[in-house]
């Protein structure tokens, strides 16, 4: 038997309403489970923000919220000043663990700092203090990268805050490959169709995606650079293109192809030069996920049932990785190489899980049915998928541990086919 | 429930987001830069239609596209024979023509594998094309995979019509 995760054992009732505007639909972020012991730290209103726009200390902690691994004490207006020694053993005795001070400093011309130091209230030590240089259109960027500093200083593990994510809505009969920032946020579209869209993968430059367009009237693998609209067809041969997976160094794909009769793998380069065929199965190879341990994992049905199996990059003999129930697919593997998230079908139900290698320990992080499409947060302590709600497609997180999940919705439309990117630069 | 709404001050950046179109030949018709997000928009086109009446009249069993498969099944049912026979027929009669297949599948699973299972099937239906007298060279064997589905509901009648391979012909794609 598999462990399966209670289902909402923690339930922290807040609702983000998040209103993404002008020609976007309104995405939210719901948070419907978080760890048992959140750290209480407090993030104060910078001082002098008031003169940004925006406010990047919202963000902070909306971002550090979200984690499910804080709990936020609040000062109300009270700022604490970057470049006063804040009285910590008040702040401990008001719950605080963790004090973040900061100030917002002009340099004229439209130019900010946002200056900051992170202290422990119990040891009274200085964690660490940063400035980042920005300008006032910047606040959520520089939102998050604060975010990501008190996530690393606290947890130990880089954050994940300050990234982008690809996904595509359907409504009606129109297909849209969407960007937004890890909150929801800046959603912007990068191609709009009318055939479907399937399969976007993020270059490791966070700059490009890969993706499997269905505008030729059957599936051919596009390179698209997001910043200019720059598209390139990487592979349109005779029959079906698929499921691109980007080298780690960024220069390769691979690729599923059917040119030479079922489903196959290859490799090729970025501008779809120097096809090589990876491996030979009398069945369907799919879904190949090029992972930083020089591995190339993919779904296979050579032994019967669609099961995971790993080759290395350079060619060799595929060996299985997935042995528990008959419907095992979707692989991704985390940065840091131990951990497998997959898709398995438990008793008619299609769920998300992680293998540990090492171990083969198998859990299931979800009590959904219909999840697809999972992809790890880049510090690998999230995992992104869709799955299905009332009806319509929407994506969740759930923490690797499934201790923490997250819904994203997009009001009237389907979401499907998320893809968490790099950190941005 | 506790809503925190927080204050939405992007109207401004997002209008500023630009957008850009592709012809088929999937090159930005436009752009422009300066999108607060980083990220241009493209709009893709589509195709338009064949010429042939026999392949449209209702009376002529040429204008049955779709061969149908059972659950989890990749062989033509002997049902299907007839239709597969007049097509074959039609393709070796007119060399000139090019057919592409396209192989459906039910929405259960991932979307990939499903995509490869749609291929299983188109392959089978050009298989028995060719068997019959088509050629090769005539015939593109494709997957839409799940989709693009004929019958959106989730019920056993509508997975059946979405296991299917479609035969269009040249200028139909």
Not at chain 1, 186 to 215: C, H, K
Not at chain 2, 83 to 110: C, W, Y
Not at chain 2, 148 to 158: F, Q
């Amino acid at each position: 038997m598999r462990p399966v995760l209670p289902a909402l054992r923690y339930l922290l009732a807040l609702v983000l309403s998040l209103l993404a505007v002008g020609a976007h639909a309104q995405l939210a972020i719901e948070i419907t489970g978080a760890g048992a012991n959140r750290f209480p730290v407090i993030i104060p209103v910078f001082e002098n923000e008031g003169q940004l726009p925006n406010s990047v200390t919202d963000v902070v902690r909306a971002d550090l919220q979200r984690s499910g691994l804080f709990r936020l004490i609040d000062l109300g207006a009270l700022a604490l000043p970057e470049a006063v020694m804040p009285d910590l053993p008040a702040l401990r005795h008001r719950g605080a663990d963790a004090v973040l001070s900061g100030s917002i400093v002009s340099l004229g011309n439209g130019r900010y700092e946002a200056r900051f130091r992170l202290f422990d209230t119990q040891t009274q030590l200085e964690l660490g203090a940063m400035a980042l240089p920005m300008l006032a259109a910047q606040h959520r960027l520089i939102g998050h990268r604060i975010a990501d500093f008190v996530y690393e200083q606290l947890t130990g593990q880089p954050g994940y805050f300050a990234t982008r994510i690809a996904y595509v809505v359907k409504s009606g009969a129109n297909f849209e490959l969407q960007i937004a920032d890890a909150d929801g946020m800046n959603a912007a579209t990068a191609l709009r169709s009318r055939e479907p869209i399937i399969s976007p993968a993020w270059a490791p430059d966070g700059e490009r995606l890969a993706y499997v367009s269905f505008e030729q009237k059957k599936p051919i693998v596009y390179v698209h650079t997001l910043a200019t609209g720059q598209r390139r067809v990487v592979a349109n041969f005779k029959g079906s293109n698929s499921a691109p997976s980007w080298s780690p160094d960024g220069n390769r794909l691979a690729v599923v192809l059917t040119k030479d009769g079922l489903s196959q793998l290859y490799v090729l380069n970025a501008d779809g030069s120097d096809v090589r065929r990876l491996a030979s199965s009398a069945g369907i190879d799919t879904e190949p996920f090029w992972g930083h341990d020089g591995h190339i994992y993919f779904t296979s049905d050579r032994g019967g049932s669609p099961q995971i199996y790993r080759i290395a990059a350079t060619g060799g003999s595929p060996q299985r990785v997935t042995f528990e129930g008959n419907y095992n697919v979707s692989p991704r593997l985390s940065a840091d190489g131990k951990l497998l998230a997959f898709i398995t079908r438990n008793t008619g139900r299609f769920q998300v899980a992680v293998q540990d290698l090492a171990t083969r320990q198998v859990t299931i992080l979800t009590d959904s049915s219909h999840d697809e499409s999972p992809s790890f947060a880049p510090n690998g302590r999230m995992i992104l998928y869709a799955t299905e709600s009332g009806g319509r497609g929407v994506l969740s997180a759930v923490s690797s541990d499934g201790q923490i999940r997250q819904r994203l919705t997009v009001q009237a439309a389907d979401v499907r086919e998320p893809a968490w990117g790099p950190s941005m630069r | 429930m506790n809503k925190l709404v927080l204050p939405a001050l992007l109207a401004v950046l997002l209008s500023a987001c630009s957008s850009t179109s592709t012809d088929t030949s999937a090159q930005p018709t436009s752009s422009s830069s300066g999108s607060s997000t980083g990220v241009a928009t493209v709009t893709t086109d589509s195709a338009a239609g064949s010429g042939i009446a026999a392949l449209t009249d209702p009376n002529n069993i040429l204008s049955k596209r779709s061969v149908y498969f059972d659950f989890d099944r990749y062989a033509i049912r002997s049902e299907a024979q007839p239709l597969v026979d007049a097509h074959a027929r039609f393709l070796s009669q007119n060399p000139q023509m090019k057919m592409l297949i396209q192989g459906n599948t039910d929405e259960r699973g991932s979307r990939e594998y499903n995509l490869a299972l749609g291929q299983k099937r188109a392959n089978a239906v050009k298989q028995a094309l060719v068997l019959l007298g088509a050629q090769d060279g005539q015939i593109e064997a494709v997957s839409l995979g799940e989709e693009k589905p004929r019958c959106t509901d989730s019920s056993e009648a509508c997975f059946a019509e979405n296991r299917r391979g479609d035969m269009l012909y040249s200028g139909e794609f």
